[in-house]
């Protein structure tokens, strides 16, 4: 009877010390872990975010010491400078990585490469100045570029057959210089802007003595960002 009561306490100390044994480290399947959660835009922007918050909390950590008027030195001053600049390129960062997947997750519900096609200006034969434009499509069309800086325009420009064949297609060209300069003035960039001067214009149009359009057509670039102006 007594073995017996001398073996149980040692089984028990036994499976003690296998419950307190050190687990094992997995240390690359955590790492792995880490990483999966931190790729793609919106785990990146999460990172920037975390990063610009610990940032922020060491900057405003030295301003309430200058607000109490504790002591501080230059080390610290510096740093603290250093940390404010560091927390607002990362809450830029953030906010790009955020539009980058604000833009994958509504893919579906953009039109990736997007045409417009509208007339803008009239002219009487011989002239480059239009008699007659339209201002809303005008500036509808120039803050659109602006807004979309990888978004290009084609301003297409004809002419009657009164002349020469050789002036009306220096004639069309002014014509759709005209056209792009209103453009720009409503925020267009000229690196934008593409002239498609025709000369006389050909079909129904290649008559004589008739007011001629200028037309704009537009293509969104395919790359559509939904904050372009983050770009």
Not at 89 to 101: F, G, P, T
Not at 156 to 168: F, L, R
Not at 208 to 217: E, F, I, P, T
Request: with cysteine.
């Amino acid at each position: 009877m007594k073995n017996k009561y001398v073996y149980i306490p040692l089984a028990v100390l036994a499976l003690s010390l296998t419950a307190c044994s050190t687990p094992k480290k997995d240390v690359a399947g955590l790492s792995a872990e880490i990483d999966a959660a931190s790729k793609g835009h919106y785990g990146q922007a999460l990172l920037h975010a975390s990063a610009a918050e610990q940032d922020l909390k060491s900057a405003n950590h030295v301003l309430k010491h200058w607000q109490n008027d504790y002591y501080w030195n230059i080390d610290e001053s510096l740093k603290a400078q250093e940390a404010a600049k560091s927390a607002a390129a990362h809450i830029l960062a953030s906010e790009k990585e955020y539009c980058q997947w604000l833009t994958e997750a509504h893919s579906q519900n953009h039109h990736h490469v997007e045409t417009i096609h509208e007339t803008v200006a009239y002219f009487k034969s011989g002239s480059h100045v239009p008699f007659k434009t339209k201002e809303d499509a005008i500036s509808h069309i120039g803050h659109f570029l602006h807004d979309h800086p990888d978004a290009t325009a084609t301003v297409t420009a004809s002419t009657d057959t009164v002349g020469k064949p050789a002036a009306n297609q220096a004639l069309s060209e002014r014509r759709a210089k005209s056209v792009s300069e209103l453009l720009i003035k409503n925020g267009a960039r000229a690196s934008q802007l593409v002239s498609k001067a025709i000369g006389e214009a050909g079909g129904p149009d290649n008559t004589a003595d008739q007011n001629h359009r200028v037309a704009v057509v537009i293509s969104a670039h395919p790359d559509y960002l939904d904050c372009p102006k983050l770009k």
